[in-house]
């Protein structure tokens, strides 16, 4: 792996600022277009299009399938129509195309496909963009290779060899009846196993056990079960007559998976947009002010909560506010984590609403009675006096068995609404349990003081 | 997929106590083997190895493969050395067999090792348990196709063929020289476009550009790193003088990969032990309890800092200890959870300490600034008074940028001394912010109120 150092983006920018094309060529030329890519992404976008147009054809269009979305966008918006036809539409594989292709301006789109020599290439991926974003169809590559089942092994092979060309990665291979419906699959190995009895028909030799496949129009959050419980590193794609139109290679998969995973993350943490470290600041600003709107506005609850409360006669009340507030959060961010990753992960039947809240109040009473006992104890040795003690305590017990069935019956909740159950975790539970915990605790306060005047 | 149903369950439920073994062996043995691992998830001990029993050799392996860890090692202490001999570890690919082993008592270990036909696969099994867990060398298999370089084609087709048996996929064929040094690399796609060269011979079609490879010692993160960068299917392993030893596919890179972020989640939930929501109440009670006792701590911690405070003449401060308290602790966990992430996927350089620490404090200034405004002018609005309003506003915006680098600031210190960064994530950041913004908050309202007075 490529040590992106400081001194050797110093070195290549100044060998851009002197023109040295030939050094610049020798340098980035030979490396793997992933680490062409993170290069590009430290620099300026001039630099960039200088260097990009020094670079061989092939790597070309290698680097554009690897750039982080916002610096291909920005190299494309500076590409000619010509090299976007050449460099991206006949250059990459139709699925990252496609991706590439998908911000153009539809004018600088229309005359790319227009300036490319193969229209079916064209045709090919203007099918692909039409496929809703986030749906196996978007995902998929149109290269694959496809054999018929009346063909011989010999018949096949020579197909074979003239598909492979366009083909990077060839897994496995795809068997259609006539009408191009899928009803098989063969390996590489097998016809390999096989090349000696080359009449031998492919209907006679193809698998057609446990042949996995989906639908254009199903999300990708389908294709990822698919491909990680079944182990697949390819899954064929069909229409909804069983018509193969394409595949979809594991290296999608991950990195949908790798991507849902960092959305959770970062919704967990009330980040609501897709941000990184090196973004700007105002990217970064951005996505976590919501979150931090919905504090302010769970503060300004809480102070109403207190002020309806006689905390002038009762201000040693105050001094277990936090602890009140925070425990509520903590205890509602776990059962809300533990069922949005249930819920993420479910292959296995979540089991119905009242067995799921039946168990977090389990969890709840045991988790609560534990601490409840345990601030009970320590407030009463600290000298916090009976009453106060008995107060955090008993409030602290229904704030726990409260927070960790409302953490836990939002997201089931919003999942059955078919709304992402992550929007629902971090901030917002915190937020929610925050206030809950204050009326819980003033008016146990409340009632324990008049129970005991 | 196999929709698992209370019906099904049910009737195999009543198949399996009325010994109805035929129907038993249909209705499960067409099924695929993860789809009759979850059906035992949902089992009793006995009634799963009854049904395992029944099933035909081959899909007890594969079966046992795909099992949930705490199902697997129930059944395999429920079977005999025989067994585990016969379907784990000769039935099973390497890196699964060692999987399974791994938990098992050394003397059944022993006696099953003793019973198997083959030495040399028990030898191999042996050799892949001695590898520390969420190494390289643990998640490979040694199974794999390995020509010499200096074979001809023909030769290669043929110990392809005599190989390709034990080999699931194949992916890659990797090419050695004669002592075994992983030099290159040949895809079947070029062997069956060049079966016609019989002649040729493999160093002169062997692709050795851009050969990743990965040492047995190096650590399953690295691994799961360079297979995503490249887009790797397979990845070779090698000792420390290049000599091939196994390969780990993509299949169970994406596990670790799931893992991870699983884990990381759970962190920054505040969850400390890989549970699920179907878990006991006492796992899910054990994973929960340490952070809430964590949360007590601080808890009292702010009840000493409040109770430090002259609040019985200045009890309006109390209504806004929420604000301060939960500000504190979202600003911090949105920071660190940036930092984290970026740890994580870090293939290009961090930056330095005083940079990022540099961006945090201007998100933190900007955000700062902007809650601290829209709270003064809400809270003069809502008639709370200048005094109150001027000292949770500027406490506001002291704790909201301590808040943004102190969250950032602990995992970066972490990740320093190669503490894992996740770890400070969640209840811990908050606590730490909870209690800070508490000190803040009433030393500046002490400051207001010397200033008025």
Same mark, same amino acid.
């Given at each position: 792996?490529?040590?992106?150092?400081?001194?050797?983006?110093?070195?290549?920018?100044?060998?851009?600022?002197?023109?040295?094309?030939?050094?610049?060529?020798?340098?980035?030329?030979?490396?793997?277009?992933?680490?062409?890519?993170?290069?590009?992404?430290?620099?300026?976008?001039?630099?960039?299009?200088?260097?990009?147009?020094?670079?061989?054809?092939?790597?070309?269009?290698?680097?554009?399938?690897?750039?982080?979305?916002?610096?291909?966008?920005?190299?494309?918006?500076?590409?000619?129509?010509?090299?976007?036809?050449?460099?991206?539409?006949?250059?990459?594989?139709?699925?990252?195309?496609?991706?590439?292709?998908?911000?153009?301006?539809?004018?600088?789109?229309?005359?790319?496909?227009?300036?490319?020599?193969?229209?079916?290439?064209?045709?090919?991926?203007?099918?692909?963009?039409?496929?809703?974003?986030?749906?196996?169809?978007?995902?998929?590559?149109?290269?694959?290779?496809? #054999?018929?089942?009346?063909?011989?092994?010999?018949?096949?092979?020579?197909?074979?060899?003239?598909?492979?060309?366009?083909?990077?990665?060839?897994?496995?291979?795809? #068997?259609?009846?006539?009408?191009?419906?899928?009803?098989?699959?063969?390996?590489?190995?097998?016809?390999?196993?096989?090349?000696?009895?080359?009449?031998?028909?492919?209907?006679?030799?193809?698998?057609?056990?446990?042949?996995?496949?989906?639908?254009?129009?199903?999300?990708?959050?389908?294709?990822?079960?698919?491909?990680?419980?079944?182990?697949?590193?390819?899954?064929?794609?069909?229409?909804?007559?069983?018509?193969?139109?394409?595949?979809?290679?594991?290296?999608?998969?991950?990195?949908?998976?790798?991507?849902?995973?960092?959305?959770?993350?970062?919704?967990?943490?009330?980040?609501?947009?897709?941000?990184?470290?090196?973004?700007?600041?105002?990217?970064?600003?951005?996505?976590?002010?919501?979150?931090?709107?919905?504090?302010?506005?769970?503060?300004?609850?809480?102070?109403?909560?207190?002020?309806?409360?006689?905390?002038?006669?009762?201000?040693?009340?105050?001094?277990?506010?936090?602890?009140?507030?925070?425990?509520?959060?903590?205890?509602?961010?776990?059962?809300?984590?533990?069922?949005?990753?249930?819920?993420?992960?479910?292959?296995?039947?979540?089991?119905?609403?009242?067995?799921?809240?039946?168990?977090?109040?389990? #969890?709840?009473?045991?988790?609560?009675?534990?601490?409840?006992?345990?601030?009970?104890?320590?407030?009463?040795?600290?000298?916090?006096?009976?009453?106060?003690?008995?107060?955090?305590?008993?409030?602290?017990?229904? #704030?726990?068995?409260?927070?960790?069935?409302?953490?836990?019956?939002?997201?089931?909740?919003?999942?059955?609404?078919?709304?992402?159950?992550?929007?629902?975790?971090?901030?917002?539970?915190?937020?929610?349990?925050?206030?809950?915990?204050?009326?819980?605790?003033?008016?146990?306060?409340?009632?324990?003081?008049?129970?005991?005047?």
């Amino acid at each position: 792996m490529l040590e992106l150092t400081k001194d050797f983006l110093d070195q290549l920018q100044s060998n851009i600022e002197a023109g040295r094309d030939v050094e610049i060529a020798a340098t980035v030329g030979g490396l793997h277009p992933k680490d062409v890519a993170d290069i590009f992404d430290a620099l300026k976008r001039e630099e960039i299009l200088y260097v990009y147009r020094l670079l061989e054809s092939e790597l070309k269009s290698e680097v554009i399938a690897e750039l982080e979305e916002d610096v291909r966008e920005e190299l494309l918006s500076s590409l000619s129509s010509k090299e976007i036809a050449e460099d991206v539409i006949e250059g990459l594989d139709s699925d990252d195309a496609a991706d590439a292709l998908a911000d153009l301006p539809e004018a600088k789109l229309e005359e790319a496909m227009r300036m490319v020599d193969d229209q079916e290439t064209a045709s090919e991926v203007r099918e692909l963009l039409s496929y809703e974003d986030g749906t196996a169809g978007a995902l998929m590559a149109v290269e694959l290779i496809k #054999v018929e089942e009346d063909w011989t092994v010999a018949r096949a092979i020579r197909e074979i060899r003239a598909q492979a060309s366009d083909v990077e990665n060839i897994y496995t291979i795809y #068997v259609v009846d006539d009408l191009g419906t899928l009803n098989g699959r063969l390996s590489l190995k097998s016809l390999l196993l096989n090349a000696s009895s080359a009449r031998s028909l492919l209907k006679d030799l193809k698998d057609d056990d446990e042949l996995v496949s989906i639908e254009a129009h199903e999300s990708e959050e389908v294709v990822v079960k698919l491909m990680e419980r079944y182990d697949l590193v390819a899954l064929p794609v069909v229409d909804a007559q069983g018509k193969l139109l394409g595949r979809i290679t594991i290296d999608d998969a991950v990195d949908v998976i790798i991507e849902d995973a960092e959305r959770d993350y970062q919704l967990a943490s009330g980040i609501s947009e897709d941000v990184e470290g090196k973004d700007s600041v105002w990217a970064l600003t951005r996505a976590r002010l919501p979150w931090l709107l919905i504090g302010l506005g769970g503060g300004i609850g809480g102070a109403y909560v207190i002020g309806a409360f006689d905390i002038e006669n009762n201000p040693e009340l105050a001094l277990f506010i936090p602890l009140i507030a925070a425990m509520g959060g903590n205890v509602g961010v776990q059962s809300s984590a533990i069922v949005v990753q249930g819920l993420a992960s479910a292959n296995v039947n979540m089991g119905n609403l009242a067995t799921r809240l039946l168990k977090e109040l389990s #969890v709840g009473l045991v988790n609560g009675l534990i601490c409840s006992a345990i601030i009970f104890l320590a407030s009463v040795l600290l000298g916090f006096g009976w009453m106060l003690s008995s107060t955090v305590s008993a409030s602290l017990l229904c #704030v726990i068995v409260f927070a960790a069935l409302f953490g836990a019956f939002v997201p089931l909740m919003l999942d059955k609404r078919n709304i992402d159950p992550a929007l629902a975790t971090g901030p917002f539970i915190t937020t929610a349990n925050d206030i809950m915990g204050l009326i819980i605790y003033f008016s146990m306060g409340s009632l324990i003081a008049s129970l005991m005047a």
